[in-house]
């Protein structure tokens, strides 16, 4: 069965430093575009930054300069370096990435989330 697994959240201090990890799983032949989502409570899933096959990447502006997306295709894993951690980073992280599978065909898949949570 194909699944993506997040792993790395936590509670940790403001300003420290977490780094997500999401792998896939299954039978799959490559990952197309991923990016990771979160969602804090009574609010809406937001992208938080994305990366392309290539290596292209975007992020959130309320982001930038704080956290790193990449990727290493042939272990099939996309990760989120996340360094000077805000309370209003508190949230539900999720894993989303295009498989492929045996016919070539690219699917969305979702990871369960992993929750952050920055507080002192």
């Known amino acids: 069965q194909v699944q993506l697994m997040e792993s790395g959240g936590g509670l940790v201090q403001p300003g420290r430093s977490l780094r997500l990890s999401c792998a896939a799983s299954?039978?799959?032949?490559?990952?197309?575009?991923a990016g990771w989502y979160r969602q804090a409570p009574g609010e809406q899933r937001e992208l938080v930054a994305g990366?392309?096959?290539?290596?292209?990447?975007n992020y959130a502006d309320s982001v930038k300069g704080r956290f790193t997306i990449s990727r290493d295709n042939a272990k099939t894993t996309v990760d989120l370096q996340m360094n000077s951690l805000k309370p209003e980073d508190t949230a539900v992280y999720y894993c989303?990435?295009?498989?492929?599978?045996?016919?070539?065909?690219?699917?969305?898949?979702w990871g369960q989330g992993t929750q952050v949570t920055v507080s002192s």
């Open positions: 990366i392309t096959r290539d290596g292209r990447t």
């Open positions: 989303n990435a295009d498989l492929r599978n045996e016919w070539g065909t690219l699917n969305s898949y």
């Open positions: 299954g039978t799959i032949f490559g990952i197309g575009y």
